[in-house]
């Protein structure tokens, strides 16, 4: 609903250490945009919210945004929109984890939530460039995504053509600030 407003964030893939260790690596970042409520169409449950480059959008708020109606104009709607990929060694033949899991947690003082969202997959290295510090891979219906490593030395011990699962994450976080 609101990930149209936020822009792409450059993920990082981290590779975990050699299989002996099996210990997983993450890293998150985050990108932080504010806006501010222009206008509010409360019968349609559209807000208008106006970027720092002074434009506008118009985010329709379904039924699932319980406190739509503290929402007043000049109110400061933050948005906090984190990605980030972990992997690790899997067994061979291991069937993957169940693909999606999603969480909405309500915030409890001004309006807002977190979202969240948890997709794993068991992917192959298409390609490794320990140089670069970068990786290729390809999930099972072919799509390929490549990255940069934080630490090339997370490349030891890999091949292509190894299987690594992969947990991907995005959490958006909404909160409102009331107008002074």
């Known amino acids: 609903m609101l990930k149209h407003l936020i822009p792409s964030v ?4 981290l590779l975990a250490a050699p299989a002996a260790a099996q210990k ?7 990108v932080t945009k504010t806006f501010t409520i222009e206008a509010i169409d409360h019968s349609a449950r559209i807000v208008t919210l106006k970027g720092a480059d002074n434009a506008t959008t118009d985010v329709y708020c379904g039924p699932e945004v319980q ?29 993957a984890n169940p693909p999606v899991t999603t969480g909405v947690t309500r915030s409890t003082g001004a309006p807002g939530a ?11 290295l298409e390609a490794i460039d320990p140089k670069v510090g970068s990786v290729t891979i390809k999930t099972d219906d072919g799509h390929k995504f490549s990255s940069k490593v934080q630490d090339p030395k997370n490349l030891e011990g890999y091949k ?15 909160s409102v600030t009331p107008a002074k």
């Open 10 to 13: 450059a993920i990082v893939t």
């Open 24 to 30: 997983p690596v993450s890293l998150a970042e985050a």
């Open 67 to 95: 406190r739509f109606n503290e929402l007043k104009v000049g109110d400061k709607v933050t948005f906090k929109y984190y990605e980030s990929i972990v992997s690790a060694i899997a067994r061979p033949n291991a069937a």
């Open 114 to 124: 977190t979202i969240a969202k948890q997709m794993k997959a068991v992917v192959t």
């Open 160 to 174: 292509v053509g190894d299987k690594v699962e992969v947990t991907y994450t995005q959490a958006l976080a909404i």
